[in-house]
T-cell receptor, first 115, second 108 residues
Framework: GAGVSQSPSNKVTEKGKDVELRCDPISGHTALYWYRQRLGQGLEFLIYFQGNSAPDKSGLPSDRFSAERTGESVSTLTIQRTQQEDSAVYLC?????????????FGNGTRLTVT | AQRVTQPEKLLSVFKGAPVELKCNYSYSGSPELFWYVQYSRQRLQLLLRHISRESIKGFTADLNKGETSFHLKKPFAQEEDSAMYYCALKTGANNLFFGTGTRLTVIP
């Protein structure tokens, strides 16, 4: 079946512009996560959506970052006024039942380059 | 606050040698730990979880609460084990936090 899909796969933008990254989770997955991976670094948690609960936004690095999710479907991560330090691979993952340790299924990521 | 530490960024071993990838955690609650792996040109995927006490591809990991560790071990490394390995901690809120990863290279 289809896995987690992220678009675009690559995005080059100028400093100061806004970007929107999209994640299509696996159908029926209640949980959705966004992570950031800078070059040579590990996965940095950004935000977590679980069903209709309030999202855990504790990982968002600044107020330039925001994310939305409609129900249990698509999520968009928006970065306003991009900076060069925002350059990274942004990974999305979804999970069926995190409370029962269902594994995370990752997308291929969006590679963002801010020039 | 929770924290996952993988002290080795790079690890190289010869084929057939034992391998151990270290992971230490810090968490005030009851920990649930996982290992994820990313092979070349593939997506990040679950390798194993401590709660299942399973062996996957010859790898095992034991949760040691006294040492707050969850090291990944394999007695005889294979070339196909070369990959990036991430240790992850799940919190009571079902959030998942990752370490910085260890790149394992198995030398033929």
């Amino acid at each position: 079946g289809a896995g987690v899909s992220q678009s675009p796969s690559n995005k080059v933008t100028e400093k100061g512009k806004d970007v929107e990254l999209r994640c299509d989770p696996i159908s029926g997955h209640t949980a959705l996560y966004w992570y950031r991976q800078r070059l040579g670094q590990g996965l940095e948690f950004l935000i977590y959506f679980q069903g209709n609960s309030a999202p855990d936004k504790s990982g968002l690095p600044s107020d330039r970052f925001s994310a939305e999710r409609t129900g249990e479907s698509v999520s968009t991560l928006t970065i306003q006024r991009t900076q060069q330090e925002d350059s990274a691979v942004y990974l999305c993952a979804s999970s069926l039942w995190p409370e029962f340790n269902s594994p995370l299924h990752f997308g291929n990521g969006t590679r963002l380059t801010v020039t | 606050a929770q924290r996952v530490t993988q002290p080795e960024k790079l690890l190289s071993v010869f084929k057939g040698a034992p391998v151990e990838l270290k992971c230490n955690y810090s968490y005030s609650g009851s920990p649930e730990l996982f290992w994820y792996v990313q092979y070349s040109r593939q997506r990040l995927q679950l390798l194993l979880r401590h709660i299942s006490r399973e062996s996957i591809k010859g790898f095992t990991a034991d949760l040691n609460k006294g040492e707050t560790s969850f090291h990944l071990k394999k007695p005889f490394a294979q070339e196909e084990d070369s990959a990036m390995y991430y240790c992850a901690l799940k919190t009571g809120a079902n959030n998942l936090f990752f370490g910085t990863g260890t790149r394992l290279t198995v030398i033929p």
